[in-house]
């Protein structure tokens, strides 16, 4: 896997009180919601937008990410250039076309998209063109429960992006953010559709917030995420190690 892109620093000048804890060294992610807004108008303006939209609407629209969740994900799969995704919720594949066209347009041939659904009536991965689908290896259905793959330990053991879109209860998202915060590489990305459902995201991102006693401000030397945000209905944090 190549690594990761350089990201482009903001100019600034350090005021007098700043807290040194917020200046510890590593990398810099100020130019990462410039990159996926890049790559988001680009594929919400392409042919492949457009003939997705068609597919979803003309399958049934109910359940499926719509398109600036398929852009938001688009641009942050592009930015991180992720070798191992595993997603949970596959369905009839929405979100998974718009992974594997990202990973097409990286030209990163070797990477596997593990997609997990539950349901035994859909037809996983409908949506997914031929295309991206005929990649040898590059998308992994897997048809059957989250916690079993763990428990037989099916899924890799550490992962570049981790994509919720399974059962949006408080308890199960936060039991999967649990389960796959720990096998994400350094840099890696947790991603979550649909975080306006409950409390589970911001509850499991401030968890990995630590302050500075005296500030009351982000020590960054011991909070264990480098940058987070929303984007629509995606919410996203990349994994400091």
Known sequence: MKRMPAISRLWWRRPEDTNRAELSPGPSYHGTWD??????????????????????????????????????????????????????????????????????????TAAKLYSIELSQECDQGALIPDELRSVPGGF???????????????????VDMFLHDSSHSYRHMLWEFRQFWPRLRDGGLLVSHDVQMNAAFPEFVAKTYAHDKNTGRRDAQRTSHYE??????????????
């Not at 719509?66 to 070798?83: Q, V």
């Open 140 to 158: 992994v259905p897997m048809r059957g429960k989250i916690e079993d793959f763990l428990k037989r330990n099916a899924l890799p053991s550490s």
């Open 35 to 108: 990159a996926v807004a890049r790559f988001a108008a680009e594929i919400r303006a392409s042919n492949f937008m457009a003939e997705m939209i068609r597919r979803r609407d003309g399958y049934g629209s109910e359940g499926v990410m719509g398109a600036l969740d398929c852009a938001t994900l688009y641009g942050l799969t592009r930015w991180l250039r992720p070798a191992a995704i595993v997603e949970s919720g596959g369905y009839i594949g929405m979100s998974s076309a718009f992974i594997l066209k990202a990973l097409a347009d990286e030209k990163l």
């Open 228 to 241: 987070w945000g929303r984007w629509g209905y995606i919410g996203f944090a990349i994994k400091k190690g």
